[in-house]
């Protein structure tokens, strides 16, 4: 869409980032944080439409990382999300955190992989952008693995679990999903028409239980 404005959350990982993508350029600012992260979002988000000298109001819509990653940080990136498109009646567009990442790695063949917690992981793969295996969540030695031998696994589940996951040939453990990756998959969507009222924003967990019980950690290998 010719002049399209959008404002991009990506918060599912320690690396936060927020972007702003206007008619194909994007502009990024980005901060690792390992805990937290809601005192720097907004002010991100508002110093670098300063920067371009976009009014909040000149956007024409709001887009975040829906996740899967952190639970808190996918709520995070979804509120501030709902929120800005509430107080300016925009509409919002959900992005998959794993298919960012898979964007953002450049990679044509990606395996990404992320640190889920309660040791497991969140994996997808995506060929050249196109979703080969859907997101799922389950255990490193558990992952399905596409056919092929040319995957690059992408993502810091690669870091976390390196002995428990595929061999692959090339790992890139130091890659995260990005608000620009996001943008840059939110803006065709909006073109087409898929932004949603902001009621609807909501986070994509993928997996519904927040923390284990001792005996149910202890049964998966450990406390992490």
């Known amino acids: 869409m010719p002049g399209m404005r959008v404002l991009a959350l990506e918060t599912a990982t320690h690396r936060l980032s927020v972007a702003y ?25 508002l110093a670098l439409l300063d920067e371009a000298g976009i009014a909040m109001t000149a956007l024409d819509a709001i887009a975040f990382g829906a996740g899967p990653g952190s639970f808190t940080g996918v709520r995070l990136a979804a ?34 992989c992320l640190d889920a917690r309660m040791n497991e992981v969140y994996v997808a793969a995506y060929d050249r952008g196109v979703e080969i ?68 924003a909501a986070p994509r967990y993928v997996r519904d239980k927040v923390a284990l019980t001792t005996a149910e950690r202890l049964a ?5």
């Open 220 to 224: 998966r290998g450990g406390l992490k």
């Open 133 to 200: 295996l859907a997101p799922k969540v389950c255990p490193p030695e558990r992952v399905p693995l596409p056919e092929g031998d040319d995957w690059v696994g992408c993502g810091d589940g690669f870091a976390s679990y390196a002995a428990r996951l595929p061999a692959l040939r090339t790992r890139r453990p130091e890659l995260r999903p990005t608000a620009a990756a996001v943008a840059r998959l939110a803006a065709p969507k909006l073109a087409d028409g898929a932004g949603m009222d902001a009621a609807l």
């Open 79 to 112: 509120g501030c999300a709902q929120g800005l498109a509430f107080g300016l009646d925009r509409p919002v567009i959900g992005v998959d955190s794993l298919a960012a990442l898979a964007l953002a790695s450049g990679e044509a063949r990606a395996y990404v």
């Open 21 to 45: 993508w206007d008619d194909g350029v994007v502009a990024e600012n980005a901060i690792e944080l390992p805990n937290g992260g809601s005192a720097w979002l907004l002010p991100a988000a």
